[in-house]
């Protein structure tokens, strides 16, 4: 009998093994076809974005044009009109606004922070007020200073060591982990928490220490909260640069009589309507379907929001710039979206799932750019397990681009509220190891972007939106079994 090749026909009793392996090959070979042409589409993209990308620019006029765009201020509009022209110009099929109330916070005059070792001997320190903060007295607040490494350490110390005086928290990034969103994670909540729990030991002021791995002179700032305290129950809250927390640690080791000064005159103002800037391009087979694309377009105050989160809002947008460039029709829709107020209140993304769920909108998956302009390194998924092993498939395709880091985990803050048992989720994840320098920070400008890498993440998440349209997220077929 002839030595049987590959798929080659032949006659024997036992059809069933032949059409097996016929079947068999045939599925491998289209399997084959399908990546192959994925993988050009995908190399078109890359190409595109590289040679031919407008994130660079429009970040451009965000950051040098309009600057910092803090929810319900002058350059926050700046940013919804300009975006909003920006993608009408790309001709989708329909960009709108959708009105949203945002909170309006002000940090009013620059603010100021010194260390007094006895008087008259002071050595300034850099501090900024941290979002939602109230002021000090118009004069300042000066008070002695007590130590602690997080709110868990006020029930230990008590009234009697806290009442009065202003509460250092000076626990830092843990230098030890990888992750540098899970460092960013086990310090943030006495940024977060920490004015009001203090509050109610009886502590006057809360000066936190950065949230920055590196040591240097820029404050970051944040929201806080100040949880079920009445106004009058309230205390001023500032960052401390990082730079500045170990000078003041180590003083206070030295003299524990030391006083600290600071002076902030920011305060909050009713709430004002904003816009999330939304644009699409409409499915040509499954138009009800929506593959959601987005950043935020608010940003603190102190830079120009650059990496957080101008960056992912114009990668965003270039997506659906780059998926026309290349002539690719989707059959689903493709949406992209520019959340409003997600620093200080989360109304943009809040406001968006309450109206898709009013109009029962069908969204399929939501990926989110929200950690910066650099050298993208993967995709984070929530998602069933059935999703993810069909996200796995297409992980060879991102490896040639080292965007290889498919990994389960949470996806961005804006597209949380959509969260839904079919929904899948995800997150654009760039290298972090140089993110927290620039976090809400002063620092955080243009000049710290690198167009390349802004480039190659637009190309990432332009190409994995294109796999989850043409794909979505049936099970992939197996050859059938021979019994």
Known sequence: MRRLTGCRRFKFPGIKISLYLA???AMLFQGAFAQDQDA???RSIYTASLTDGKAYDWLNHLSNQIGGRLS?????QQAVDYTKKELEELGLDRVWLQPVMVPKWVRGTAEFAYIES?????NNVPVCALGGSVATPAGGLKAGVVEVQGVEDLPELGRDAIEGKIVFYNRPMDPALINTFQSYSGCVDQRYSGAAEAAKYGAVGVIVRSMNLRLDDFPHTGSMSYGELTLQERIPAAAISTNGAELLSTTLTLNPEIRFYFRQSCRQLPDVESYNVIGEIRGSEFPDEVILVGGHLDSWDLGDGSHDDGAGCVQSMDVLRLLKLTGYRPKRTIRVVLFMNEENGLRGGRKYAEVASQKNERHLFALESDAGGFTPRGFSFDCSDAAFERILHWKP??????????????SGADIGPLKSEDLVLSGLRPDSQRYFDYHHAENDTFEAVNRRELELGAAAMAG????VDKYGFTPVQQPIKGR
Request: aromatic share 12%; with cysteine; glycine share 12%.
């Open 23 to 25: 079947v068999s090959c």
């Open 40 to 42: 050009e589409v995908l």
């Open 72 to 76: 319900g201020s002058v350059q926050a």
């Open 118 to 122: 006895e008087p008259g001997i002071t």
């Open 397 to 410: 395709l991102f490896e040639p681009y080292l965007v290889h880091q498919f990994v389960r985990g949470g």
């Open 464 to 467: 994995l939106v294109y796999l």
